[in-house]
């Protein structure tokens, strides 16, 4: 399958200390050929990057990059990050939206201090109105996700949600469990590398897989989010909620910084919600070699960016 072996690829150079200084170097500047997928590396510029988002349109949700953290200092770290995060966005009056990872709040350390650090950025962010989404990792992580994410429903945190990845074999189940928590749920197809014994390994049987639970969200789901650039699920979304009877309303669709901008335009043109993932911050490289790896397309983009970046004098 080439999208397996493509994001196993990407893993593994996702890895290579000699890129990520590379990358560091060069993708951030002025131009720079992470730049369109990467909407900076400090909260002001990403607030700077998403002003002319609700003029288009289009929602947004911040996320400031960041995971696998190892140590209690770390992830305390993050979780501070994550408040002055908060206070940066109701300072600039944009959407309240954020995004984040639990390994950055360092549930590699525990589950204690997981739950701990989602509590201290859960609460200014209930005060301040923001809705949180659980970003998803790979497969050891899915159960503390969502156990994480029931401690904290369990403890009236409600804006709160998280994301399923359909290209896990499980996730029919986990749709389930969330549709009865009422927690709000993000549909994307899934960007790690798995093996097979816990995920499909081909696009057919992750696309199908996409669409029942594309399908189990809208019937039972809360507002759920359909994350795709795939025209065809797209087109698989719009015509099942057509067919339901489903206002444009029910759900929004979201897509990715940087990616199919003219996609983006169109569907706000036909009157669905669209939701734009915006990451940020200097730990950019590990996501955007799992962008590369899920769509090879812009691998053309990025060489044509180091191609004249190494021109210049």
């Known amino acids: 399958m080439i ?16 890129l990520r200084k590379l990358a560091s170097r060069y993708g951030m500047r002025p131009g720079g050929f992470a ?3 990467i909407a900076g590396e400090t909260v ?3 607030l700077a990057a998403v002003a002319h988002l609700p003029a288009r349109g289009l929602r947004l949700t911040l996320d400031y990059l960041g995971e696998s953290v190892t140590s209690f200092d770390q992830a305390a770290a993050a979780a501070q990050a994550y408040v002055r995060l908060i206070e940066a966005v109701v300072a600039a009056g944009v959407e309240r939206n954020i995004s984040l990872k639990l390994t950055q709040l360092g549930l590699d350390v525990d589950r204690a201090t997981a739950v701990d650090n989602m509590r201290r950025v859960l609460e200014p962010a209930d005060r301040h109105g923001f809705f949180v989404r659980i970003d998803m990792e790979n497969a050891p992580y899915v159960d503390r996700t969502l156990q994480v994410l029931e401690t904290l429903w369990q403890q009236e945190h409600h804006h709160v949600g998280t994301v399923i990845q359909s290209c896990l074999i499980r996730s029919p189940q986990d749709v389930a469990r969330l549709n009865g928590l009422g927690a709000r749920v993000r549909l994307v197809k899934g960007a ?7 995920a499909f ?4 049987q992750v696309d199908a897989a996409f669409v029942e639970l594309m399908r189990e969200l809208l019937d ?3 507002f759920p989010a359909i994350a795709t650039h795939d025209p065809a699920m797209i087109d698989q979304t719009k015509r099942y909620a057509a067919e339901k ?7 929004e669709f979201q897509l990715l910084y940087g990616i199919r901008r003219d996609l983006q335009r169109a569907l706000v043109k036909e009157g669905y919600l669209v939701r734009v993932y915006v990451p940020f911050g200097q730990q950019w490289f590990p996501y955007f070699m799992r962008r590369l790896g899920e769509r090879p397309a812009n691998v ?11 021109r210049e004098p």
């Open 245 to 251: 009877g489903y206002s444009k309303d029910r759900f």
């Open 192 to 198: 790690y590398q798995e093996p097979k014994t816990v």
């Open 300 to 310: 053309r983009f990025v060489l044509r960016g180091l191609v004249s970046e190494g």
């Open 3 to 18: 999208g397996a072996t493509s994001k196993a690829l990407f893993h593994t150079l996702a890895q290579v200390e000699f």
């Open 44 to 46: 002001d510029e990403a």
């Open 220 to 222: 039972h789901g809360s």
């Open 35 to 37: 730049r369109r997928f």
């Open 201 to 204: 390994q081909e696009k057919a």
